[in-house]
C-alpha cells in the first residue's frame, strides 16, 4: 500500500510563474516530511523540509505548506525558472528511518 | 566531496547469479539505507542500518541481505538475482534525526 502519493505524474509551466506540486499521504503517525528533487542519472537531492508542528516552511523561492488535518502537502516553487525542471518526489516518515516516498512528479519549467 | 559513493554504476546479471551493491559514506554518518527505484513506485526502501552493528528491514526486504560493514560502509547483497529486482538502486547516509538523507547516484542493475 502507498502511504504516500503523489498524484501527478507530470506538471509543466511557464517561466516564471507557480509551480505547485502536491503529495497525499495515508498514515497520520508521520512527522516529518521532506521533498527531494531528481535530476537523470543522479541520485535525490535534498529541498526543503517541514515537521509536523508546523504548517509552512519557506526556503528561497521554495515553500513548503502541511495540512495535517487534510493530510496533504505541497511544495511552491516561485518563480519557476528552466533549471527546476527534475523529478520531484515527496516523502514522509515517523521515526527518521521508515522513509516513505512517492512514486514522483516530472516537472517541466519552460523559458 | 565525495558523500555517498556507489559501486558499480551499471552491471548486468543473469537469473540466478550472486551481486554486492557497494556502498560508503564520508560523512560520519550514523544511519544507513538501501532503496529501489522502479517506475511508477518512486523509492521503497528494502534495508536499512540505524547505527553502526545493526541493520533493519524496510518496506521490500526479500530476496536481498545487508552487511553494515563499519560507519563508512553498507553492502547489499543479492544471493540468487531474479529478474523482478531489476531496478536501480540508491544507498543513502544521514547524520540523525530530523535531518535529511544524502544519496548516492545510484547503481542500474538489470537481470535476465
Known amino acids: 500500500d502507498q502511504q504516500v502519493k503523489q498524484n501527478s505524474p507530470s506538471l509543466s509551466v511557464q517561466e516564471g510563474r507557480i509551480s505547485i506540486l502536491n503529495c497525499d499521504y495515508t498514515n497520520s503517525m508521520f512527522d516529518y516530511f521532506l521533498w527531494y528533487k531528481k535530476y537523470p542519472a543522479e541520485g535525490p537531492t535534498f529541498l526543503i523540509s517541514i515537521s509536523s508542528i508546523k504548517d509552512k516552511n519557506e526556503d528561497g523561492r521554495f515553500t513548503v505548506f502541511l495540512n495535517k488535518s487534510a493530510k496533504h502537502l505541497s511544495l511552491h516553487i516561485v518563480p519557476s525558472q528552466p533549471g527546476d525542471s527534475a523529478v520531484y518526489f515527496c516523502?514522509?516518515?515517523?521515526?527518521?528511518?521508515?522513509?516513505?516516498f512517492g512514486a514522483g512528479t516530472r516537472l517541466t519549467v519552460k523559458p | 566531496n565525495a558523500g555517498v559513493t556507489q559501486t558499480p554504476k551499471f552491471q548486468v546479471l543473469k537469473t540466478g547469479q550472486s551481486m554486492t551493491l557497494q556502498c560508503a559514506q564520508d560523512?560520519?554518518?550514523?544511519?544507513m539505507y538501501w532503496y529501489r527505484q522502479d517506475p511508477g513506485m518512486g523509492l521503497r526502501l528494502i534495508y536499512y542500518?540505524?547505527?553502526?552493528?545493526?541493520?533493519d528491514k524496510g518496506e521490500v526486504p526479500n530476496g536481498y541481505n545487508v552487511s553494515r560493514l563499519n560507519k563508512r560502509e553498507f553492502s547489499l547483497r543479492l544471493e540468487s538475482a531474479a529478474p523482478s529486482q531489476t531496478s536501480v538502486y540508491f544507498c543513502?547516509?544521514?547524520?540523525?534525526?530530523?535531518?535529511?538523507?544524502?544519496f548516492g547516484d545510484g547503481t542500474r542493475l538489470s537481470i535476465l
Open positions: 543513502a547516509s544521514m547524520a540523525g534525526r530530523g535531518v535529511a538523507q544524502h
Open positions: 560523512m560520519n554518518h550514523n544511519s
Open positions: 542500518s540505524a547505527s553502526e552493528g545493526t541493520t
Open positions: 516523502a514522509a516518515s515517523f521515526n527518521n528511518n521508515d522513509m516513505r
